[in-house]
């Protein structure tokens, strides 16, 4: 999508409203500013609201409406997994990659610090894929553990066999969670086939509002509070709800569900196009993460450039230059340390890599624009021997 000549290709760090979604959250801002744990009308119109919206998203992925917690987003929802996993569920020992999302990654060693858990890290190969038979091994000796692995890597788009994790997970009585941050919206999610007892979601990977997200969590899981003071979310989450947000979310997954298979062959198509001109382009370009399509989350395309005299300027010549990526997760975009995601697949470190992520706004003429950006700093600045 191109907005003021600029080329937005970081769609996985957050995606732009769709308009369609910011109609539905502005009658709402109109027509509903009740608080929903009021017992009067104008409260329990906003009520109706929240429940409306929490059964539309249940159905969409098969769940049921009471295993849907509203969140501040997909980080509080990571967090609220394992920490009540811990704390509600008797569990000891997480199971978790070095690779995962820092919202699950530090708060399985901040567990673990506190003393409250032993994490065990299952080993990935260079295209961040879970060693299987590690993860069985890990399983096997600690059973009732907490499985956490995400479904798409966020960094290099590499894709999780889920339905063999949660096997796995179940032959050994570990509960299951997931963070689909990445990829709920973007694949047809279906609770009972991933077969996870714990999913999250954030809104504004999916072309919705920032500050909402939610956790599903399977019944046969269940959780108390993280968060005290109240009653809100079947007393799952103290806190007025966000009603807005919740009418955003809901919106922007109706949307997606809606289109979600023309979507992913139209991504799809921009991702493979722009993988061929990158290799057609940039002399020595290499890609991170699975290349086959089924493999690998369509929306991300992470490749490593030659090494260049100027690896830390890159992106804000890029920047500079009207196009808008990322160098890895814009969780660490201002961190002083390099991606624990690429140092886990043992990136080299002589080389800068880029992520590229699309959404349905994205075209040809803006992968375009990028490539040649890209091609030309590149070509001057690629370091000679």
């Known amino acids: 999508m191109s907005a003021n000549n600029k080329v937005y290709l970081d769609n996985a760090a957050t995606s732009p409203l769709d308009e369609r979604v ?21 409260g329990r119109s906003a009520r109706a609201v929240v429940e409306t919206a929490r059964k539309q998203i249940a159905k969409s992925i098969s769940a049921s409406a009471n295993e849907i917690i509203f969140t501040s987003g997909g980080t509080e929802a990571d967090n609220m997994a ?10 000891s020992d997480i199971i978790t990659s070095p690779i995962e999302h820092k919202a699950v990654l530090d708060t399985a060693l901040q567990l673990e610090a506190d003393g409250l858990a032993t994490v065990h890290l299952v080993n990935v190969n260079d295209k961040g894929d879970v060693d299987l038979q590690h993860l069985s091994e890990l399983a096997s000796k600690h059973k009732g553990a907490l499985i956490s692995l995400m479904h798409a890597n966020n960094e290099i788009g590499t894709l999780l066999p889920y339905q063999k994790v949660a096997e796995i997970a179940k032959e050994n009585n570990c509960l299951f969670h997931s963070d689909t941050v990445q990829t709920m919206g973007h694949y ?3 609770v009972e086939d991933f077969g996870a007892d714990f999913l999250t979601c954030s809104a504004h990977k999916l072309n919705g509002p920032k500050g909402i997200g939610f956790l599903y969590v399977r019944n046969t899981a269940p959780i108390k509070t993280m968060i005290t003071g109240g009653g809100q979310e079947r007393s799952h989450r103290a806190g007025t709800e966000n009603v807005i947000g919740i ?15 023309e979507e992913e ?10 993988r061929e001109q990158l290799l057609e382009h940039v002399e020595g370009i290499s890609f991170n993460g699975r290349e086959e399509s089924d493999k690998s989350l369509y929306t991300v395309l992470s490749c490593s450039v030659p090494p ?34 690429l140092e886990a697949i043992g990136h080299p470190t002589d080389r800068k890599a880029l992520r590229f992520s699309f959404g349905r706004f994205t075209t040809k003429e803006d992968v375009d624009q990028a490539v040649s950006v ?12």
């Open 308 to 341: 260049t005299n100027n690896n830390d300027l890159l992106l804000f010549q890029l920047d500079i230059e009207g196009i808008c990526c990322s160098g890895g997760s814009a969780c660490n975009s201002g961190a002083a340390k390099g991606s624990h995601v």
């Open 22 to 42: 910011i109609d539905a959250m502005c009658d709402v801002m109109k027509t509903t500013y009740g608080n929903p744990s009021a017992s009067h009308s104008i």
């Open 265 to 274: 062959q139209q991504i799809q198509n921009i991702k493979s196009y722009m």
């Open 188 to 190: 047809h999610l279906n």
């Open 247 to 261: 009418v955003g979310l809901a919106k922007a997954l109706e949307i997606a569900f809606e289109h979600v298979v």
């Open 374 to 385: 890209l091609a030309k700093l590149v070509d001057k600045t690629v370091a000679r021997v």
């Open 82 to 91: 394992l920490r009540c996993a811990i704390h509600d569920l008797g569990v």
